[in-house]
């Protein structure tokens, strides 16, 4: 089951670098949110603030606290604060937003970030799918999260940066 329409709050940004599905879930968050920041301006921020490589990705660092501190301080230049999470939600509000990241997707080793948008049932929730050729909006089955396995990092709109768009 999918749906081509829009979930609410959960605008469809496609992926504009084979790498870059972190900034196109960022890109939209921020849409939702009405703040406009392009892909290219976010990877390019993140290669000159060190958290990004020149692919777009943003590395583990084993020396960090938290390995993933890269990914949290390239949220940080957009306004938004980022922070893993044990499970999905039950619901969003404005301003608030949740990634998926699996490292072995569909069991083949790559891995891919999706948003997600919404809880279909107990079983499973719907995503918004940045990949360039998917269906956009798949519904996952929540045992994914475990199997690929995933982590589930939660975003939030920093304050100050709720009231500025640009």
């Known amino acids: 089951m999918s749906s081509e329409l829009d979930p609410k709050h959960c605008k469809h ?17 921020l849409a939702d949110n009405d703040i406009t920041k392009k892909q290219e301006e976010m990877v390019k921020r993140g290669i000159e603030n060190k958290v990004c490589d020149e692919d777009g990705v943003m590395p583990n660092d084993p020396g960090k606290d938290p390995e993933y501190r890269n990914m949290i301080d390239f949220f940080a230049l957009f306004g938004v604060e980022l922070k893993k999470l044990s499970a999905l939600p039950t619901r969003i509000e404005r301003g608030d937003g949740v990634l998926v990241a699996t490292w072995h997707l569909n069991k083949t080793g790559g891995a ?51 009231t500025t768009s640009a």
């Open 13 to 29: 940004i496609k992926q504009r670098a084979a790498k870059w599905c972190v900034e196109a879930c960022l890109e939209s968050f």
């Open 112 to 162: 891919h970030c999706v948003r997600f948008c919404d809880r279909v049932n107990e079983e499973k929730f719907r995503v918004m799918d940045p990949a360039p050729d998917p269906e956009k909006f798949p519904t996952w089955q929540r045992d994914w999260i475990r199997t690929w396995p995933c982590d589930i990092f939660g975003i939030r709109l920093i304050r100050e940066a709720q």
